[in-house]
């Protein structure tokens, strides 16, 4: 079942990529510090694809075609949100006062905040037609909460070698059921302790994607509040067989996930995961500077949270 080979390939994924202490294949030289060697990636089935998330929604191969339809920007540009959220600018450390603490513009720090500042204004109240008060609504996807089945799967947070950091999950958005079916899709925001660089991809970024995607293939059925609230008082192992038996997504292949990835100094970008068979393609938007309000891509960023899933007919 092709099914079957998907998630036991996820499942050996993650596990090799995240279990152990030890972290060989992920670099500790200065310039390239917490990036996944290349030749550990194309050794375990990983493609990277450069991805131009500013023109075009779709690839010319069918294998790294993206699984998602973005919002048209007119609406995050024509509708944005009601009142002022506050945001940070980043102080570079030759404009810093002497005795300003530096630890306080950690990459940690500067990513979490700008990871929160871009939850609050893509979810932010608008005036939107249809009488819509949120692009939530308009768009018809939600964030998932307690007591949905995936949280019961999925780490929030995990260790980022070489330098002891952490990457951060902050939100996850699903689109609404369709004809009453669940769709796999969803979209995720984490920060990421170390600064990222173009064409490369940081251990914490993969850890976030490996996470998400085997706990989307591990996700139980439930089809009311009732069963989902049950699975939080299952032991580990009964868990473990009650999603074996019956998984929320049986015959899915590909797990689309969007990652919306926040970096150091205070830096963004967009990544595209799906499983091929046993291949896991990710494709990786340019780096966007969110040092300064007035220049982070929010409408662009938002236009993809807020993505349809293409979803094949």
Known sequence: ??????????????????????????????????????????????????????TSSVDSSSVTSVPFTPLPRSISHNYHPQGNIPFTDYIPPADRSDTEDGRWWSAQICSGEAVRFFYKWALARRSLPRRHSSLLDFCGVHTVTLPNPFLRCCPRVGWCPPSGGRWDICFFLEPEKQNTSPLPHIAVAASQPMNARDNSILYGELAVILTVINSRAKQPKAENEEEMKSLFDMEEEELEETSRKSPAFPNEQKFPLLLFSFVGPQHARILCASMNQRQLIIRMSKLYSFERKEEAPLELFTSWLFSRPAVET
């Open 1 to 54: 079942m092709a099914g079957n080979v998907t998630r036991e390939q996820v499942r050996w994924l993650y596990e090799v990529v995240t279990g152990g202490k030890d972290k060989p294949f992920v670099s500790s030289e200065p310039g390239s510090e917490g990036d996944v060697l290349a030749s550990y990636l194309s050794g375990h089935g990983i493609t990277l694809v450069p991805w131009e998330i500013e």
